[in-house]
């Protein structure tokens, strides 16, 4: 298979495995800033991406494959997303009945 791409039950054709976080590469890759706009301004999951993978592509041009290295580094954001962010919030699960 190719890193960042699928095959989705009942589509045709390939697609990327998140949108949003291709997306957000792209742009930065196009040599935009996080802060322009992207999308909709009020797309909070994309500008989320932006802002926390621009400072994570430094090395990308050296890697054999800029999919895997990119998919790398949103693993990381998401893990230190939920590290810093959710974890300290006490509350977070009261209200969830059930985790899959």
């Known amino acids: 298979g190719k890193v960042g791409a699928l095959r989705r039950l009942d ?3 390939v697609s990327t495995s998140c949108g949003a976080a291709v997306g957000a590469y792209n ?3 196009s040599g935009k800033e996080a802060g322009d706009n992207l999308g909709a301004a009020g797309d909070t999951q994309i ?3 932006k802002k926390k993978l621009s400072s994570k592509l430094a090395n990308v041009d050296q890697a054999p494959n800029e999919m895997a290295f990119v998919t790398y580094q949103m693993y990381s954001v998401i893990r ?3 590290v810093n962010d959710i974890l300290p919030t006490a509350d977070f699960w009261d209200d969830a009945s059930e985790i899959v």
């Open 80 to 82: 230190d997303f939920f």
């Open 11 to 13: 589509q045709n054709g």
């Open 27 to 29: 742009f930065l890759k």
């Open 47 to 49: 500008n989320f991406i």
